[in-house]
């Protein structure tokens, strides 16, 4: 049981492009149907967006121990043979099957009956099958998304946990596929309540009824024209250091609307101190080198001084991949902070919308003044577990940008919600005028009788004000009429007519 797809991202003006490393992701997918994997537990109006397990390469990792000693057992039997004493082989496959035994009820039983779920009202984590728990967070109170990947297996299988933290206890959604897009999936959903709707079954407004009177209805059309959004400043954006030289590209899935301010970097002093492990190895290499070369040993001066060139070069690459790879994002939606050690051995990401952000704080030391760089503590979730950004250059523009994104959320938020409000008056007005206005009829050439009936019909009254000797039409015809024909009029008034006959007042 799953969500179908949520709308495409916005599509920004290729900021990710002239920032550097920030690229789109594709929209989520619908998830595939999970046979027995439902949760029916649902309150009127609730609907899943996704449902999961673990992922099968989670599961298959926790087997682990099981397959390497079944691995060794083969080839001790492969290699041994007849030589292998029985009782070894006995205490192998006892052993063997314990721990088969021991994986079936520790980690396959309970993953048959342990899922994690997102609707449009909660993320929940339900385990146990005697004994069933569930715990679950309504979708309002999340206030941080962290996502981890702790391994270089993680990272390779595509597997990881998602940290869902709100203002109590977090909940941990450990060993599922795909990580990222199911954290970013729990902010679209708390940013849009109608993301993984296909567009057939999003939600439409009713009709607005129309009003007879082209004027009202211009009015009407210029008292519902949505005010303008608000828009950040524009700014040049930064380019990436050195070039971009060896920086990973940074796939984000944005919301609806959402694009990249601002990628931040840590400040190059950071990198020069991360470095001096690599140039003190390439100095020692050198010197080590000269000081063999002038005793007459000039071979091993050689090797001694490309080792350690290489071998410094090389930890040089590691640790300068390692600092591209802490980068903070400031989008117009929240702060992601990304961190990844050495590209691919672990990777981290926590996510803060700008509406839970509670307190921002700048530290800097006597060398980050000296400097220009600082540290900002971005509090969400009542300054538990706090999304830090260490060494970031300019910090108290950083910081003045992120109170900028904030405000201008707000003013968004603002926007909508005047903008809503006048659609619903602009609805009201037009029920009512709908009701309340009729369409004069022409009853001109339309004898009184007739006239009589038809503005009867209409849900007006008819007058005779006057009437006047008019050649070639009976008495008792509609020579005029007020208001005009076509005019809209409040129901049971009154429609003035000139008849033809004597010329006189009729009271």
């Known amino acids: 049981m799953s969500g179908a797809a949520g709308p495409p991202p916005a599509q920004t003006n290729g900021s990710w492009r002239t920032l550097g490393r920030v690229v789109p992701r594709t929209v989520l997918t619908p998830d595939a149907p999970h046979g027995s994997l439902v949760f029916r537990q649902l309150n009127p109006g609730e609907r899943i967006v996704w449902i999961r397990r ?127 897009d199911l954290g970013d999936s729990i902010l679209a959903m708390q940013e849009d309540p109608n993301y993984a709707l296909p567009p057939a079954a999003t939600p439409t407004p009713p009709p607005v009824p129309s009003v007879t009177s082209q004027k009202l209805q211009t009015a009407l059309d210029d008292l519902a024209r949505p005010a303008p959004m608000p828009a950040a400043p524009p700014e ?105 050690l050495v590209f691919i051995l672990a990777e981290y990401s926590i996510d803060a919308p700008y509406a839970r952000i509670q307190e921002v704080r700048v530290s800097r030391n006597v060398l980050g003044k000296l400097l220009g760089f600082g540290s900002i503590t971005v509090d969400t ?29 707000r003013e968004r938020e603002l926007v909508q919600v005047v903008n809503k409000q006048k659609q619903e008056n602009r609805r009201w007005m037009a029920t009512v005028l709908h009701d309340l206005m009729m369409t004069v009829p022409d009853l001109r050439g339309r004898s009184i009788v007739a006239a009589a009936a038809a503005a009867r019909k209409a849900g007006l009254k008819l007058t005779v004000e006057l009437e006047r000797p008019a050649s ?19 129901a049971d008034a009154e429609v003035r007519v000139v008849l033809s006959g004597r010329s006189v007042a009729v009271p």
């Open 54 to 180: 673990q992922s099968y390469l989670f599961l298959l990792a926790s087997a682990a121990p099981v397959l390497l000693l079944a691995l060794g057992l083969f080839l001790l039997d492969t290699l041994l043979g007849a030589n292998l004493p029985s009782i070894v082989h006995l205490i192998a496959l006892g052993l063997l099957a314990l721990l088969a035994l021991y994986w079936l009820l520790a980690n396959l039983w309970p993953w048959f009956f342990q899922f994690y779920a997102l609707t449009n009202e909660r993320v929940l984590r339900s385990t146990g099958f005697f004994h069933r728990h569930r715990v679950e967070i309504v979708l309002k109170s999340v206030a941080q998304v962290r996502v981890e990947r702790p391994t270089v297996f993680y990272v390779m299988l595509g597997i990881g946990n998602v940290v869902v933290r709100p203002i109590g206890p977090e909940m941990e959604l450990t060993g599922l596929a795909h990580p990222r």
């Open 236 to 340: 040049p954006p930064p380019r990436a250091p050195v070039f971009g030289f060896l920086h990973r590209r940074i796939p984000i899935r944005f919301f609806q609307g959402e694009s990249v301010v601002e990628v931040v970097y840590r400040h190059w002093a950071i990198l020069l101190k991360d470095l001096i492990p690599a140039l003190l190895i390439v100095a020692a290499g050198v010197i080590g080198g000269v000081l063999l070369g002038m005793s007459g040993n000039g071979q091993l001066a050689v090797w001694l001084i490309a080792g350690g060139i290489g071998l410094g070069g090389v930890i040089g690459v590691l640790l300068y991949m390692n600092w591209a790879d802490d980068v903070f994002i400031l989008t117009t939606h929240r702060v992601i902070d990304i961190d990844r």
């Open 381 to 409: 979730a009542g300054r538990k577990s706090p999304l830090q950004m260490d060494n970031v250059p300019h910090a108290f523009r950083v910081m003045d940008h992120i109170f900028e994104q904030i405000n201008l959320l």
């Open 472 to 490: 070639g039409q009976p008495a008792g015809t509609v020579l005029e009429q007020q208001p005009t024909p076509g005019t809209a009029a409040l």
